[in-house]
């Protein structure tokens, strides 16, 4: 079946370290999306990709970097230079503007 | 920068009766999309259902619908016959369409609960 794959479910982060989320998906979708998810608040948009090779920040890319070196994955590295990093992670694709997202479970991040 | 409102942070409903969510937005855009999506405990989000701004007509699936007031930039969800598997967090969210990258816009949820 076709889907997204997010890894792992859950991840913990010491102070000072990268992390890096893993997205795979077999969809074959061009534009590929990385929000983050807090208590109380709606999703916001970190990064989104629509094409190999190339990505755009979204509205709370500090802290964080993602590379689109293959079609089918899209992986976000959480950096020490993101000092709030605790949060639920979604991974999504879409195969065209309009058509809304296909979401992967997601990852949950605590720093410890 | 386009916004999404919804106003009720949480709502409840008893099972088999009808409920509304809310949801408002703010754009200039004329061309865009809606959508309706629901988050249950497992967080698994799932797209509920999907409205374009140049269709007049509601969409509707199955016991979900919308009314879509599109002057009013309103976007509300009815759920009939609601059942316990409805209990969820439900997002509405808005895209701008055009060159917007398919970016959605999501509003802060409304918690739904479901009494039996």
């Known amino acids: 079946d076709g889907g997204i794959t997010q890894s792992p479910k859950y991840l913990f982060r010491k102070e000072g370290q990268n992390v890096t989320l893993s997205c795979e998906q077999n969809?074959?979708?061009?534009?590929m999306y990385w929000y983050r998810q807090d208590p109380g608040q709606g999703l916001r948009l970190i990064y989104y990709?629509?094409?190999?090779?190339?990505?755009q920040k979204g509205d709370i890319a500090e802290g964080y970097s993602v590379s689109r070196e293959k079609k089918e994955s899209f992986p976000l590295t959480v950096t020490s230079a993101q000092k709030n990093p605790t949060a639920f992670y979604l991974c999504?694709?879409?195969?065209?503007?309009?058509?809304?997202?296909?979401f992967g479970s997601g990852t949950r991040l605590t720093v410890v | 920068a386009q916004t999404v409102t919804q106003s009720q942070p949480e709502m409840s409903v008893q099972e088999a009766e009808t409920v509304t969510l809310s949801c408002t937005y703010d754009?200039?855009?004329?061309?865009?999309?809606l959508f309706w999506y629901k988050q249950p405990p497992s967080r698994q989000m799932i797209l509920v259902i999907r409205?374009?701004?140049?269709?007049?007509q509601n969409a509707t699936e199955n016991r979900f619908s919308v009314n879509f007031q599109k002057a009013a930039k309103s976007f509300s969800l009815k759920i009939s016959d609601s059942q316990l598997g409805d209990a969820a967090m439900y997002f509405c969210?808005?895209?701008?369409?055009?060159?917007?990258?398919?970016?959605?816009?999501f509003g802060q949820g409304t918690i739904l609960t479901v009494h039996p």
């Open positions: 754009t200039s855009e004329s061309d865009y999309y």
């Open positions: 999504a694709s879409s195969i065209s503007t309009g058509h809304g997202y296909t």
């Open positions: 409205q374009e701004a140049y269709k007049q």
């Open positions: 990709s629509q094409i190999v090779n190339d990505f």
């Open positions: 969210a808005y895209n701008a369409g055009g060159t917007s990258y398919g970016k959605l816009t």
């Open positions: 969809l074959n979708h061009d534009a």
